[in-house]
T-cell receptor
């Protein structure tokens, strides 16, 4: 199973771009990479997913290098409300077995 | 958001009690999941259901018993739990199980049930 590793915490200031990198050295060919955001006392919320290269949506970008051993979530111009825990997840679908490996999460604190 | 609801939100139970957690999704999804989130540990996938059929049991102790009577409801029956089972239990749903055709790993999570076993 592909294990993910993320920084435990990060601090940033309002208006800055934040990049959170997730390492997944053993990622398998069929694995997709997904990122979630979690606020206290709430369930995680989907942010973005990708397989390779770059994916962008209205809230974030996801950069995946060619070897796919890592991925970087980019949050443009963060605000105080972006303070949350961000999880990198590598999904594995192998012979009908579904295993979703969440990382330990990165606690992002946005400062005024 | 009310797409996925969970009840109760908080539960305190003794080790000899039997209780059930309920999850309901109003999104018309076909797949549902139970996760466990302990302090300082990653989210752990417990069970996966697709069209009311269990497709994954991630080595979960038998004191946790899931039930999926229809595609909108998911239960987690608890009995003779241990203090280390205290955690936040999260339910999630997705349109379908992810595969190479759907390529969609988006899951919608409920707010969770905070369980304390005394």
């Amino acid at each position: 199973l592909a294990k993910t590793t993320q920084p435990i915490s990060m601090d940033s200031y309002e208006g800055q771009e934040v990049n959170i990198t997730c390492s997944h050295n053993n990622i398998a060919t069929n694995d997709y990479i997904t990122w979630y955001q979690q606020f206290p006392s709430q369930g995680p919320r989907f942010i973005i997913q990708g397989y390779k290269t770059k994916v962008t949506n209205e809230v974030a970008s996801l950069f995946i290098p060619a070897d796919r051993k890592s991925s970087t979530l980019s949050l443009p111009r963060v605000s105080l409300s972006d303070t949350a825990v961000y999880y990198c997840l590598v999904g594995e679908v192998t012979s009908g077995t579904y295993k979703y490996i969440f990382g330990t999460g990165t606690r992002l604190k946005v400062l005024a | 958001e009310t797409g996925v609801t969970q009840t109760p939100r908080h539960l305190v139970m003794g080790m000899t009690n039997k209780k059930s957690l309920k999850c309901e999704q109003h999104l018309g999804h076909n797949a549902m999941y139970w996760y466990k989130q302990s302090a300082k540990k990653p989210l752990e996938l417990m069970f996966v259901y697709s069209l009311e059929e269990r497709v994954e049991n991630n080595s979960v102790p038998s004191r946790f018993s899931p039930e999926c009577p229809n595609s909108s409801h998911l239960f987690l029956h608890l009995h003779t739990l241990q203090p280390e089972d205290s955690a936040l239990y999260l339910c999630a749903s997705s349109q379908e199980l992810p595969d190479w055709e759907t390529l969609n790993y988006e899951q919608y999570f409920g707010p969770g049930t905070r369980l304390t076993v005394t």
